[in-house]
């Protein structure tokens, strides 16, 4: 090992979480690494034992990406955190980005992110604002989901709401008497395009306001 890095388990001490390997590098630096009981198991380490670069590397790994483990943990417990916003907070605690993207992978594989439930709770939340599809599409994305799964997820949780009657709510609600006037009018399609109506939506709207009126 002369000519190679390598490192030294120069102690090993037992404390009430687990144990702290005290490692020494063939490079003159120091290392304190705390392990659960489980991977002090599974590393199989004694104080004096030598190990090359690559073990080193390996078990390093994991006690990282259990540390950042440990910390998800912490997070998810004080609320519901997407993928996104978990690596966000990860990484404000100084963990690597492709670690914190590792650990969320993990944490939504084990059911403790759900991001389709949370999708569904907030498109409840959104449609009880009356807010279109564009908006509620751009609402998650500004959440944090991804374009792609968002697209996808809302084809489906939109596909029975009638966007034009909500829409013919907030005319009821907000614009009733309809302006007369051309800007007026045109004031409120973009006002409601602001809630994420298209123009098919808008157009199919007023005419169920109108006839909604008539027959009042």
């Known amino acids: 090992m002369d000519n190679k890095i390598y490192y030294k388990i120069e102690k090993i001490k037992k404390t009430a979480q687990g144990y702290i390997f005290f490692i020494a590098s063939s490079m003159g630096t120091n290392f304190e690494m705390p392990v659960s009981p489980d991977q002090y198991d599974r590393f199989d380490l004694d104080e004096g034992e030598i190990i090359d670069d690559a073990h080193f590397l390996k078990i390093r790994e994991e006690h990282l990406f259990d540390n950042a483990r440990r910390h998800a943990f912490s997070i998810l417990s004080y609320g519901e955190n997407n993928k996104k916003m978990l690596v966000n907070k990860l990484m404000a605690q100084g963990f690597s980005r492709e670690l914190c993207e590792n650990v969320a992978i993990y944490m939504e594989h084990r059911g403790y992110i759900d991001e389709k439930k949370q999708m569904g709770l907030l498109i409840d939340t959104y449609l009880k604002k009356k807010f279109g599809r564009i908006k509620i599409t751009e609402e998650l994305i500004l959440k944090g989901y991804r374009r792609d799964e968002v697209s996808e997820y809302v084809k489906d949780a939109l596909a029975e709401v009638n966007f034009a009657e909500n829409c013919a709510w907030i005319i009821e609600h907000k614009y ?6 051309a800007d007026g009018l045109k004031k409120m ?5 602001r809630y994420g109506y298209n123009i098919n939506d808008i157009k199919s709207a007023i005419h169920l306001f109108q006839e909604a009126q008539e027959q009042i």
């Open 176 to 181: 009733n008497p309809l302006p007369k006037d």
């Open 189 to 193: 399609m973009t006002a409601l395009m």
